[in-house]
């Protein structure tokens, strides 16, 4: 066989024979390498470290402490725990297991949903399995025989997925010991590698391929680390998250609730809809003279959401309607038959309010935002509390520009957006420019012009900010322009995307909107669409969850609590409270006949940030006892005092650095 030649990841050459695997190259380097190894990067492919190399390659070996190997640990632990379900319950079907973030999930087709007691089981089976170190193997098998094997076993679904694979195509196969699955791969070298750090943590039903008409399956998930910590560390976020819930949240606090007869809608509570407008009213501070508030119809004709684009690309996501006449008589030509589309967006009624009279270079650029209830269809499935609904209020603005003040508004925004995430108490932002999809409008050359310019501010601005990260999103940018992503990382170390910054050249072309410039010519203006919190409903699931429902004194919905230990100071109470109001503080008052402790508890289950207790000495001597969400302490002092330092600690961030 020919010598090729491998370059190693420090550049140096090594010739081997054509036909080497990489696990005889890496014993080859030595032996110790070897027994570290359980896979290898091929021209930037993860590969098996079994197979044969032909060619002229790059190589890289991967070892189980790499991140290149958690895939791996995840994908074989996907294995294992598909034959471990067939070792407890002989007959069941396996369909796809593939690896999602932290773990694993895999369907089986079983007569019988799992239940929790069979958590435990199908964990210890999989200790047993790993126990065993079988070894991967891949097999090549021609798509017949694949299917004969299959099909001789029951395992229907691995037959239809079979049938999927093109013509003349062989399978591969990947067995540990005596059971196998049809797989693309690859895998490590043997069962017992995956190691200890993994957990199956729940089941659920689900369908074939996620289509509800499709049968229905049952589905296990699991996760899988390299190491102990790490699944320690991820366990004890997934406890806290738990008690974080913003659902678990909203029922202790009264803010919402969800029903069924308004899927994927809120019902906002009154102590809720306080906090979303305090949102709101923060949000439109912000705009700061520099934009023009606007607003939208709700509701606009079909045609112009051709026009944008948007029927075409998001039309699944859209709800459309017809007069309730029209829907009862279809037939009827005297019944108006137009469909209309509830707004998933505000973009182009913005780009419609732009085009109404007309404008010049010195208009530019023209800043419009808009508080939108928008409407998108989101899958059953898919609604979760307030981080994932089908109406939410958008913080969202357009900003109409020339070419050459974008990097300008770009860098601006910014600015704002940094400032209102600190406000809200996230330090932890990441920055990512999302470049082309394969899916786009526009030619390449405009995509070059829109990407370079954004290369350029997201340079800058991590040059600015020593709070920012920043990174590339490769492919996952809008149909019509790249954008930056800001992600938010919380308290206990999870992320969230919320905030977007969009170039689109598209629209203005799209519905033709134009400017005079100096030379008297009609350009096209650059549209950029900004939103800081995106969803604002999803935004505040996020600061009740950051903050485990201890609300900054601004942000609660009720302030605080005016509570007495024996009737004798009622009076009193109101007295405080009224005081309490009129300083522009949102007070609430419990007179029960309830012991103390019980009140306490009580409003502390409610997460009220302050209970200012009164007694009969408190009353007599124009005092009151501060007591603090999570703290045992008190606090007594004169009423002037504590409705003054409340009053100071009320105001909203933003308010308090425009008096320093």
């Known amino acids: 066989m020919s010598d090729i030649t491998l370059t190693m990841p420090d550049g140096a050459k090594r010739p081997i024979k054509a036909g080497t695997t990489g696990a ?112 991967f193997r891949k097999d090549v098998w021609s798509r017949d025989k694949a299917k004969q094997h299959f099909k001789a076993r029951g395992e229907a679904f691995k037959v239809e997925l079979i049938d999927a694979i093109p013509a003349g195509e062989d399978v591969k196969i990947y067995s540990q010991g005596q059971w196998l699955d049809l797989c693309r791969g690859p895998h490590m070298a043997s069962t017992g590698t995956i190691g200890k750090a993994f957990k199956i943590v729940r089941s659920s039903g689900s369908y074939w391929r996620g289509d509800a008409k499709g049968a229905q399956l049952q589905r296990i998930y699991g996760v899988a680390f390299a190491d102990e910590k790490e699944l320690g560390a991820y366990l004890t976020q997934v406890e806290e998250a738990e008690k974080r819930d913003h659902r678990k949240l909203g029922r202790e606090m009264d803010l919402f609730h969800f029903q069924e007869e308004g899927p994927g809608v809120v019902f906002w509570h009154a102590k809720g809809w306080t906090i979303l407008q305090q949102l709101i009213a923060y949000m439109r501070r912000q705009l ?116 050459e003040q974008l990097e300008a508004e770009c860098l601006k925004i910014n600015d704002l957006m940094m400032s209102v995430y600190k406000d809200f108490g996230f330090e932890e932002v990441v920055v990512k420019l999302a470049t082309r999809p394969e899916k786009r409008v526009g030619t390449d050359a405009m995509w070059d012009h829109a990407e370079g310019i954004l290369k350029r501010v997201l340079t800058k601005m991590a040059a600015d900010s020593n709070r920012i990260k920043t990174g590339i999103n490769e492919g996952e940018g ?66 009740l969850e950051n903050c485990a429902g201890h609300l900054p004194l601004w942000l609660a919905p009720t302030q605080a609590v005016v509570t007495t ?76 005092d504590a409705l003054a330092a409340l009053k100071h600690e009320a105001l909203p961030p933003d308010i308090l650095r425009a008096g320093d």
């Not at 799992?114 to 079988?134: C, Q, S, V, W, Y």
């Not at 909107?513 to 008297?520: K, N, R």
Request: with cysteine; hydrophobic share 40%.
């Open 24 to 135: 005889e190259v890496a014993k080859a380097i030595s032996p110790s390498l070897l027994k570290r190894t359980v896979a290898m990067v091929l021209n930037g492919a993860l590969s098996d470290l079994a197979d044969p190399i032909s060619t002229d390659a790059s190589i890289k070996f991967v070892t189980r402490t790499d991140p290149e190997a958690l895939e791996l640990i995840r994908h074989d632990a996907a294995h294992v725990c598909a034959e471990a379900v067939q070792e407890l319950w002989p007959g069941t079907q396996v369909t796809i297991g593939p690896v999602i973030e932290n773990g694993w999930f895999y369907d089986f087709a079983k007569a019988e949903p799992f239940t929790p007691d069979d958590l435990p089981k199908i964990e210890k089976k999989m200790h047993e399995i790993i126990g065993r170190n079988a070894a």
């Open 288 to 403: 700061d003279g520099d934009y023009q508030e606007v607003q939208g119809p709700q509701l606009l004709d079909k045609s112009l959401w051709e026009t944008s684009g948007h029927w075409g690309w998001y039309g699944d996501n859209m709800f459309a309607v017809k007069s309730a006449t029209a829907l009862m008589n279809p037939l009827d030509d005297t019944a108006e038959q137009r469909v209309f589309a509830l707004k998933p967006m505000n973009c182009p009624g913005h780009v419609q309010i732009f085009k109404h009279g007309l404008k010049s270079y010195r208009d530019l650029p023209l800043r419009l935002a808009e508080f939108g209830c928008v409407h998108r269809y989101e899958p059953s499935g898919a609604l979760h509390g307030l981080m994932r609904v089908r109406a939410f209020t958008q913080d969202d603005a357009h900003i109409f520009c020339t070419e």
């Open 478 to 543: 809008t149909f019509y322009g790249p954008k930056f992503e800001y992600t938010l990382r919380d308290a206990i170390g999870r992320e969230w995307q919320c905030g977007t910054t969009q170039v689109d050249f598209n629209l203005p072309e799209r519905f033709g909107a134009f400017y005079i410039d100096a030379d008297g010519s009609k350009k096209q203006p650059v549209m950029v669409h900004r939103a800081i919190c995106g969803s604002l409903e999803r935004f505040m699931g996020i600061v």
């Open 565 to 640: 230990i024996v009737s004798d100071a009622d009076d009193y109470a109101k007295a405080v409270q009224a005081k309490l109001k009129k300083a522009g503080l949102r007070a609430a008052i419990d007179l029960r006949n309830e012991k103390i402790n019980y009140k306490v508890r009580e409003h502390s289950l409610a997460k009220v940030p302050v209970l200012l207790v009164v007694g009969k000495r408190e009353a007599d001597e124009g005092k009151v006892s501060v007591r603090r969400l999570g703290s045992q302490d008190q606090t007594v002092m004169t009423l002037d």
